[in-house]
């Protein structure tokens, strides 16, 4: 079984920083992609930023020169470094693996999601 652990989150004022951190555990063959989605309050889960493979990163383009994001491939963990935070940034953040356990098929895996919450 895979996990995904997310830490990091909690309250900051607008223009605030936050670190995310996303481990992932368990019998891990490979990793096709790994990253960070939200979910706001009424509104659909969005993609904020994402490694792909080897070296491809993806930000969406509300984060982009505010957010990035690093890993770390011994500790199979990735970061999300948050900088000049909005209160539109407020949601529940998750981390996504998609990983090969054995054979040939990757799956989809969630953390259970950490809160930001961005307000004055």
């Known amino acids: 079984q895979v996990q995904m652990v997310e830490s990091g989150g909690g309250l900051v004022q607008p223009g605030g920083s936050l670190r995310l951190s996303c481990a992932a555990s368990g019998r891990i063959a490979s990793i096709n992609s790994m990253g960070w989605y939200r979910q706001a309050p009424g509104k659909e889960r969005e993609l904020v930023a994402e490694?792909?493979?080897?070296?491809?990163?993806n930000y969406a383009d509300s984060v982009k020169g505010r957010f990035t994001i690093s890993r770390d491939n011994a500790k199979k963990t990735v970061y999300l470094q948050m900088n000049s935070l909005k209160p539109e940034d407020t949601a529940v953040y998750y981390c996504?693996?998609?990983?090969?356990?054995?054979?040939?098929?990757?799956?989809?895996?969630w953390g259970q999601g950490t809160q930001v919450t961005v307000s004055s």
């Open positions: 490694f792909i493979r080897s070296s491809a990163i």
């Open positions: 996504n693996g998609v990983v090969r356990s054995s054979g040939t098929d990757y799956y989809s895996y």
